[in-house]
């Protein structure tokens, strides 16, 4: 199933399309597993690398979820997905940009804002001004959860990894965008970190001071091998997680403009009297 030489859309693009309308039309059901990378790869012989990337969009789009260890799955709930990524970059379309994150690693973030600021490095997009302030769980101590199955205790094991990842994505986030103002790309670009000491249960998304985002972690059980030692862990599955839109420009509802204001004040109250700062 090769795709259409034709075609002016890039590789990804195209092979995102067809999973998707395969998705949609139920050729593969909710809870289906998708073929794996490499085998999608040879279907629509393309690169591997292809693959990922149309894959990001689609889990980006809330249709896909991926399972460690296990694979990537059609989203059980495929009937309310509610993308994050065409909000950023239509944010990022607008003159000043901020974007306020609590949550876990920040990897969703880290995918969504990626495509959006690569054009402010190629000029195609040229906003004035880009803050972004990150609130995340401190991992250097104990948590509640993520936890072992066991006993339901802390396992630093699990949270040197959950840094790593962490750091590899909000540290990502924090160079790109504080580099785009040390070279003059954008007038004034910042981008903060903070740390606190609650557990992380949701994460919480609030574009231009005008859309929030927010989904609960589902936590779910499964295995991750410390060293040669395999451990049940009680994990947070941020890529599990539902999000649930509100706009302050909304016309059917009178609770958006509140959920709104009411999330800027919670993200505040957190940011400014709870939390310290912190470097990926």
């Not at 393309?46 to 693959?51: E, G, L, Q, S």
């Not at 750091?167 to 670009?189: C, M, P, Q, Y």
């Amino acid at each position: 199933m090769a795709l259409d030489p034709d075609d002016p859309r890039p590789p990804y693009v195209q092979v995102a399309n067809a999973l998707r309308a395969a998705i949609l039309t139920k050729k593969f059901s909710a809870g289906d597993k998708l073929p794996s990378r490499n085998e999608l790869a040879k279907t629509y012989n393309v690169a591997p690398m292809t693959v990922q990337n149309a894959l990001r969009e689609l889990r980006d789009e809330g249709l896909i979820v991926s399972r460690q260890g296990s694979g990537v799955f059609v989203r059980e709930r495929t009937e309310r997905p509610v993308g994050l990524r065409p909000h950023i970059e239509r944010a990022f379309a607008t003159e000043h940009v901020t974007i306020d994150f609590a949550g876990f690693s920040g990897e969703t973030l880290h995918g969504a804002m990626q495509e959006p600021l690569d054009k402010i490095r190629e000029g195609r997009l040229r906003p004035e001004s880009i803050h972004v302030r990150i609130l995340i769980p401190d991992t250097t101590a104990p948590l509640a959860i993520p936890c072992r199955v066991e006993d339901l205790a802390d396992s630093p094991e699990f949270r040197a990894r959950a840094t790593a990842i962490m750091h590899r994505h909000i540290g990502a986030i924090t160079d790109t965008v504080n580099e785009l103002g040390s070279l003059g790309l954008i007038k004034e670009a910042r981008a903060t970190v903070r740390v606190h000491h609650a557990a992380p249960l949701f994460k919480l998304y609030i574009i231009n001071g005008e859309e929030t985002f927010f989904g609960f972690y589902p936590v779910r059980e499964h295995i991750l091998t410390f060293g040669d030692t395999p451990t049940p862990i009680y994990d947070l599955m941020g890529k599990d997680a539902i999000l649930f839109h509100h706009s302050a420009t909304d016309d059917d509802t009178s609770t958006g403009s509140q959920y709104v204001d009411q999330a800027q004040t919670w993200f505040n109250s957190m940011w400014n009297t709870v939390s310290t700062e912190f470097t990926p």
